[in-house]
């Protein structure tokens, strides 16, 4: 199965940029990368994904290592709206192999 | 579009009961599925469908069943509730079930079995 490694947690001061780590070492040709993100009891929420190019969209960048064992996603200026759990996933076509981990909490201080 | 709904939002049930979780898109999605949350968990995925007619288990499908007769509907059903099964379910739906494409989430039930 395809899985992805992200921090625990992570902190950011308002109106900074946030760079979010994930691992995918095991990642194959034909699987795109997916960020979600999870406010307090809310259901998640698209992020952005992307395949091998860097991405971007009014929410966030992805940048997208170049042998896409790893990516980061970008916020760029951090807002107390931002404070989540972010969840860097793998999908391939076959979506029972579809895996949530524990995603990364972001904190983000006034 | 109302996206993706959920009911109830919240549910007690005891350990033996049945119950049906409904979910309903207005987006014309194909693809539609079942995910739970235990606390400090990720979401685990139960079962998902293709299409109207076409349903499928994910990672923890036991003691869940689903059907899809409309594109619109993929009720979740827990034919006997037990303790492990409280958690909160969200379901989401898709385009497609290709994995270029993004999953809308609904608000998410919350269960709890006593």
């Known amino acids: 199965d395809a899985k992805t490694t992200q921090p625990n947690s992570m902190e950011s001061n308002e109106e900074e940029p946030v760079h979010l780590p994930c691992n995918h070492s095991?990642?194959?040709?034909?699987?795109?990368i997916h960020w979600y993100r999870q406010l307090p009891s809310q259901g998640p929420e698209y992020v952005i994904h992307?395949?091998?190019s860097n991405v971007n969209n009014r929410m966030a960048s992805l940048a997208i290592a170049e042998d896409r064992k790893s990516s980061t996603l970008i916020l760029h200026r951090a807002t107390l709206r931002d404070a989540a759990v972010y969840y860097c996933?793998?999908?391939?076509?076959?979506?029972?192999?579809?895996?949530f981990g524990p995603g990364t909490s972001l904190s983000v201080i006034p | 579009n109302a996206g993706v709904t959920q009911t109830p939002k919240f549910q007690v049930l005891k350990t033996g009961q049945s119950m049906t979780l409904q979910c309903a898109q207005d987006?014309?999605?194909?693809?539609m599925s079942w995910y739970r949350q235990d606390p400090g968990m990720g979401l685990r995925l139960i079962h998902y469908?293709?299409?109207?007619?076409?349903?499928d288990q994910g990672e923890v499908p036991n003691g869940y069943n689903v059907s899809r007769s409309t594109t619109e509907d993929f009720p979740l059903r827990l034919l006997s509730a037990a303790p492990s099964q409280t958690s909160v379910y969200f379901c989401?739906?898709?385009?497609?079930?290709?994995?270029?494409?993004?999953?809308?989430f609904g608000p998410g039930t919350r269960l709890t079995v006593t």
């Open positions: 989401a739906s898709s385009y497609s079930g290709l994995a270029a494409y993004e999953q809308y």
């Open positions: 095991t990642i194959s040709g034909t699987d795109y």
């Open positions: 992307g395949l091998t």
């Open positions: 996933i793998l999908k391939r076509t076959s979506y029972d192999k579809v895996i």
């Open positions: 987006m014309n999605h194909e693809y």
């Open positions: 469908s293709v299409g109207a007619g076409i349903t």
